[in-house]
């Protein structure tokens, strides 16, 4: 099956739906087996207008949004976050570099800043939503270096549970960068390719053949869905 013709006919489909009013089917009338819920995200805007604007510490922040953030000495690193399957929580990690950035960032910096943190939070939520769920210690693949190379990293890509977070992770990223955009526009730039940030390049590894259907499926169920929830809310 040519999976990539079916993405490009449910595209057209559900840019054609999506003009009418409706919710349309994707691949095989298939919707997510799992129900996530779609965390909000708002809060971290103000945790990095605290880390800029207040007096508060890193550990008083910490305290006071209920998470953990770990200040590294990565220079290579960038903001993001994960989820710690012991403690089940989501750390933020933030290298010392950027948070020196975010204390003299101007707004539209730290609003590309939230951006990116938001996509990686959200990421990692559904992992925390999935995890506290079942348990997929025992098979779980880690992902190698070179992060985006599908070569290294198609067994980690491959299972299903990180193709729903990608999914998840891309399409907050397109929302908060074309949210003014109805969702006929946000389709067509997922169809063209015509997307900035980093969801362009986990498209191209869910559109990538060494991703098995499955997977494929699951991401851009995933993706659909999600975009689909925040201009039907």
Not at 8 to 30: D, N, Y
Not at 55 to 71: E, P, R, V
Not at 77 to 101: E, H, Q, V, W
Not at 169 to 184: R, S
């Amino acid at each position: 099956m040519n999976f990539e013709h079916i993405y490009k006919e449910a595209s057209k489909a559900r840019l054609t739906s999506a003009m009418a009013g409706l919710i349309p089917s994707f691949i095989l009338s298939e919707r997510l087996k799992e129900s996530y819920e779609n965390t909000s995200t708002d809060f971290l805007k103000n945790m990095l207008k605290d880390i800029r604007d207040s007096d508060l510490s890193i550990s008083d922040i910490s305290a006071k949004y209920g998470l953990k953030i770990n200040i590294t000495n990565d220079s290579n690193d960038i903001i993001s976050s994960y989820y710690d399957i012991a403690n089940k929580k989501i750390i933020i990690s933030i290298p010392s570099y950027m948070l020196l950035f975010i204390k003299v960032a101007t707004d539209e910096e730290l609003e590309k800043i939230y951006i990116d943190l938001a996509a990686s939070f959200s990421h990692e939520d559904i992992h925390k939503q999935q995890f506290s769920k079942t348990n997929y210690n025992l098979n779980y693949k880690n992902l190698n270096k070179n992060i985006f190379d599908v070569e290294y990293n198609k067994d980690y890509f491959n299972q299903q549970i990180e193709a729903d977070a990608y999914g998840v992770q891309a399409a907050k990223e397109i929302i908060e960068l074309y949210n003014k955009e109805t969702k006929e526009q946000v389709y067509n730039r997922i169809y063209t390719g015509n997307i900035d940030g980093i969801s362009k390049t986990i498209l191209n590894v869910y559109r990538d053949p060494q991703i098995n259907k499955n997977s494929k499926k699951k991401f851009f169920r995933a993706l659909f869905d999600y975009i689909d929830s925040y201009y039907n809310k």
